[in-house]
């Protein structure tokens, strides 16, 4: 389909090409964006580069970013863009390109225009010389073509970027689902705070009555107080709240690894997990597509990435039934990133997995829960790290990943733990297929609007689109 367009530099009042100098890190002050923080279309500022005050004045000089400027990496990655959200100060750093929308240019929907298949073909490919690229040049970059669309362009800019909002709330969500889990686990199972802090009732010449609403202050957060105004009103809840603090003891024993509360065993990950290698798949089985394959790289913290893996046949993966994965299963890493760990999503086609990442399963089903918080904590990636053997790559073996020493608690606390964090897991990975959902949409919906195949109705300008 035919449609206007006009070149880049038409479109924004500013195209600033960043200093070219390196700048003076430091380990806080103005915040300096890397290409290393631009990841489809997104600004990931949770490990950020910073300069002192001198070194942000200079980079500023020719301009200071401000909300809703588009950030356009040059290269390494290039073709990458973000959007400068509000508030944040901050300069840019090398290979980079400030863009600003001329005020009559929606800045959204310029910075999805920018993320188009049109676009990034014209990015990547060097019509001169008929080869790709590994760099944009200003003048090249000034001389994009971006489709017009006259007066839909801020409904398109509103639709897209209403879907990455629910996209990042998604994630956000996620994030603080394992960030819940393990503060949980670290409580009970690390720190063992209702173990201590029933002890240190006892110490003192309390009574076990005592020492039991000390368990529950511990568990609940909320102090004597508080904990009897909420019996009151919440009974039902406070008898829960009791009947786990029970589960607790009240005192610690000796062990190999140490005083560990009364009644706990002391052992290593093998007593709660079963460990399973991939399948070596040869070069003759991969095809274009087909079934899903988990190779390291897939595995990400959290959740493993389906979208980069590679595929086989229907043929290659019949008689592989034992290395079919399902949604839930617990991946680990054994090269590269040794000891990265994250689930398998739901999926229309099962996955499959390969030779060096490892599947761990419990013993027991009612261990899952706990089996998954505990090597998502940093200590278990740590551990593996430090049982990593190569010099030009990190490799670690099975027999190492479940060496990792475990306190296993009693089997009422781990189910009851279990309860807890089930339907933080499930939710999770609802979300993850909500998003799987969500981004195909925002996939196939770009280039159909960008191209015009696509045309909006219009509407009232206060309206956006619900998710």
Same mark, same amino acid.
């Given at each position: 389909m035919s449609f206007e367009e006009q070149r880049l530099e038409e479109l924004c009042e500013l195209v600033v090409d960043c200093p070219h100098s390196t700048p003076k890190w430091t380990d806080d002050g103005f915040i300096v964006l890397r290409n290393q923080n631009i990841r489809n279309g997104k600004l990931d500022l949770s490990t950020p580069s910073f300069t002192d005050e001198a070194g942000y004045n200079s980079r500023i000089k020719r301009a200071k970013p401000q909300k809703n400027d588009i950030v356009f990496t040059r290269e390494?990655?290039?073709g990458e863009v973000c959007l400068i959200p509000e508030g944040l100060e901050c300069c840019l750093g090398q290979r980079q390109? +400030? +863009?600003?929308?001329? @005020?009559? !240019?929606?800045?959204? $929907? +310029?910075?999805?225009a920018l993320q188009s298949p049109y676009v990034q073909h014209q990015? *990547?490919?060097?019509?001169?010389t008929g080869t790709t690229v590994s760099n944009v040049r200003i003048p090249v970059l000034k001389d994009l073509?971006? @489709?017009? %669309?006259?007066?839909?362009?801020?409904? !398109?800019?509103s639709i897209m970027t209403s879907l990455a909002s629910k996209l990042r709330v998604n994630e956000s969500i996620n994030q603080t689902i394992e960030q819940m889990a393990q503060v949980l686990f670290k409580s009970w199972f690390v720190d063992v705070e209702p173990v201590t802090a029933k002890m240190a009732v006892l110490d003192n010449g &309390? *009574? /076990? #009555? /005592?020492?039991l609403l000390a368990a529950m202050a511990a568990i609940s957060g909320k102090n004597e107080d508080t904990l009897a105004i909420f019996?009151?009103?919440h009974p039902a809840q406070y008898s829960e709240l009791k009947m786990t603090a029970e589960l607790f003891p009240s005192a610690m024993a000796d062990s190999e690894s140490g005083n560990i509360p009364q009644g706990w065993k002391a052992g290593t990950l093998n007593d709660i997990a079963i460990f399973q290698n991939g399948y070596a798949f040869k070069g003759k089985d991969w095809a274009d597509h087909g079934f899903p394959v988990v190779k390291i790289g897939s595995v990400k913290p959290? %959740? !493993?990435? %389906?979208?980069?893996? *590679? $595929? !086989? &046949?229907e043929n290659t993966v019949e008689p592989l #039934?034992?290395?079919? +994965?399902? @949604?839930?299963d617990i991946l680990v890493g054994m090269t590269g990133y040794v000891g990265e760990t994250g689930l398998v999503p739901y999926s229309s086609v099962a996955p499959y997995l390969n030779q060096r990442v490892g599947r761990l399963m419990p013993v027991d089903k009612e261990q899952y829960e706990l089996l998954y918080v505990m090597v998502r904590n940093s200590d278990y990636k740590q551990f593996v790290e430090s049982q990593a053997q190569g010099s030009a790559q990190a490799n670690v073996s099975g027999k190492a990943l479940m060496s990792y020493p475990i306190v296993v608690p009693s089997g009422a606390l781990i189910r009851k733990f279990s309860t807890l964090i089930s339907p933080m897991l499930k939710q999770k990975l609802e979300l993850s297929a909500q998003s799987e959902s969500l981004t195909a949409v925002r996939d196939t919906l770009l280039p159909k609007l960008i191209s015009g195949e696509i045309i909006l109705p219009e509407v009232p300008t206060h309206e956006t689109l619900n998710v």
């Open positions: 390494a990655p290039m390109v +400030l +863009l600003r929308a001329k @005020p009559d !240019v929606d800045p959204h $929907y +310029l910075f999805w990015i *990547s490919w060097n019509e001169g073509k971006i @489709p017009r %669309l006259g007066i839909t362009e801020k409904r !398109v800019g &309390g *009574s /076990q #009555e /005592q020492a019996k009151h009103e959290g %959740l !493993v990435d %389906l979208t980069s893996c *590679s $595929y !086989v &046949g #039934e034992r290395f079919r +994965l399902n @949604p839930g």
